[in-house]
């Protein structure tokens, strides 16, 4: 999971992507980079590990010259969090000169990296599967190439083969140098792309590529449409914008975690608005409740803030129990998941999180949390509670227990870390030293996300071990758990 933007702008655009990657840091911590082009076609890159307020310095800024940009925030899931040269953007000389930015994770990487060597003869200087994506565009471009002018045609007939080529997760932005900004999604839509537009003063149109909603919203574009699954879009210098589906068979299945977890509540992606998603799990997850547990052995609902709070407060309206906040959050430590070590979740959840005693002192309480991956955080505010003074702990989740690696940009690489792996409920709740457990039902989560779309199918491979790429195998993610621990 990662963050990322583009933008074709009339003026300079640093600001702006600096302002929209502050919007997406939510998505990755590790590390961030921008990457602008100024009118001699030349790129001009600026990227450090760390957050966005810290990355980035006046000199830094002042530096990031042109009308073009990208940008990224990166939560590492392929390469190693803490070498600062895996740091996107990611750039390659020819043809022309691209640089590229990408949210996923690509499932055929064994075999690209053999074939970017020994057939298209190209180096990679890193475990990054950016850098193995951005040099088979580098190639499909330039077997495109016919004489010296680069045409959109070109471009998409080369995210077509690449699309042939790549397995696996990508939402993707590249600059190439003196042409435009070029975007394009995998055929089945995985990860999130939105485009946008604005008019200038002049009449002159603007245009933005983001992960989120919020970020158009924010830089007050007007949504146009999210990028279709397989489709590319090719912006030239001039601001014209041209779209063609380079899939032969697309078909849209998003990410279920971004709803789950990942995005924003007040972002609207592939036409689900995020907030309304999770109220309506909320829902589902209350008729569950009621199904397996005594209404009476509850006194009160909490959530864990903040990604489950729209779910844990339709909770307590549906089953008539009053809502309280007992857990609060010091909103300066980051995000517990997404941090690149379990032993460094592990010390910030004590520092996230603090339990006031007087909601807690000898009540019943049910808390939700939108999910439970590894249980890090989960035992720890069990015991929380139980120190602030709880009579019974109820955990429930607003997701399905995470059973299974999920190997499109999130870090769940190994059976053996998730909590659910291989155990029964009550095993769950032993384990989290919980007195009762209660997740969400799959087919409520999928109903709860889709509702009022056309959306047929959600990736929920994580909770059902249905993968809807290519070389997700028994063999394959053996070699990924082998990978991760070695």
């Not at 790129?43 to 990031?64: C, N, P, S, Y």
């Not at 895996?86 to 990487?109: D, M, R, S």
């Not at 009550?426 to 384990?431: G, L, M, V």
Request: hydrophobic share 40%; aromatic share 6%; proline share 4%.
């Amino acid at each position: 999971m990662c963050g990322i933007v583009g933008i074709v702008s009339t003026d300079p655009v640093n600001q702006q992507i600096y302002d929209s990657l502050l919007l997406l840091q939510h998505r990755g911590q590790d590390s961030t980079g921008i990457a602008t082009a100024d009118s001699s076609s030349i790129f001009h890159i600026a990227k450090a590990k760390g957050q966005v307020r810290e990355a980035f310095r006046t000199r830094d800024m002042r530096a990031l010259l042109g009308n073009m940009g990208l940008g990224h925030v990166r939560y590492a899931t392929k390469g190693a969090a803490e070498r600062e040269e895996e740091a996107q953007p990611f750039y390659v000389n020819a043809p022309y000169g691209i640089i590229l930015v990408h949210n996923g994770n690509l499932t055929n990487t064994r075999e690209l990296s053999t074939d970017l060597f020994s057939i298209d003869r190209r180096h990679v200087n890193s475990a990054s599967d950016t850098e193995m994506l951005l040099n088979v565009l580098a190639t499909e471009l330039q077997g495109q190439i016919k004489g010296l002018e680069l045409d959109p045609d070109q471009v998409f007939e080369a995210v077509a083969q690449v699309h042939e080529r790549v397995e696996g997760s990508y939402a993707v932005i590249a600059m190439i140098a003196g042409y435009g900004l070029l975007a394009f999604r995998d055929p089945f839509g995985i990860r999130p792309l939105i485009l946008g537009r604005r008019l200038t003063e002049a009449g002159k149109e603007e245009w933005i590529v983001a992960s989120e909603s919020l970020v158009l919203e924010n830089g007050d574009y007007e949504i146009v449409r999210d990028v279709a699954p397989g489709e590319a879009i090719f912006i030239t210098l001039d601001g014209e914008m041209i779209s063609r589906q380079c899939a032969k068979s697309p078909v849209l299945v998003p990410c279920s975690f971004e709803y789950v977890y990942l995005a924003r509540p007040d972002s609207i992606m592939n036409g689900i608005s995020v907030y309304e998603a999770r109220l309506r799990m909320g829902d589902r997850l209350a008729g569950t409740v009621e199904q397996h547990m005594p209404l009476g052995d509850i006194d009160v609902v909490m959530p864990i803030p903040d990604s489950s709070r729209p779910a844990a407060m339709q909770v307590a309206q549906k089953l008539g129990i009053e809502y309280r906040e007992g857990f609060f959050k010091n909103r300066y430590v980051g995000r517990t998941f997404i941090m690149p070590g379990q032993a460094q979740r592990r010390k910030s959840v004590r520092q996230k999180l603090n339990a006031m005693g007087t909601e807690f002192a000898g009540k019943n309480i049910l808390i939700v949390d939108d999910s439970i991956v590894r249980g890090t955080t989960s035992k720890e505010i069990v015991e929380m509670a139980r120190a602030a003074g709880a009579n019974k702990v109820t955990f429930s989740s607003a997701a399905p227990p995470v059973r299974f690696p999920h190997v499109y940009g999130i870090n769940m690489p190994s059976r053996s870390e998730l909590i659910a792996h291989g155990r029964k409920i009550p095993e769950i709740a032993a384990e989290l030293g919980a007195d009762h457990m209660i997740f969400q039902e799959v087919d409520d989560l999928q109903a709860a996300i889709t509702e009022g779309t056309s959306i047929e199918r959600l990736d929920m491979s994580c909770f059902t071990g249905e993968y809807v790429t290519g070389s997700v195998t028994p063999e394959y993610l053996e070699w990924v758990e082998r990978t991760q621990l070695s």
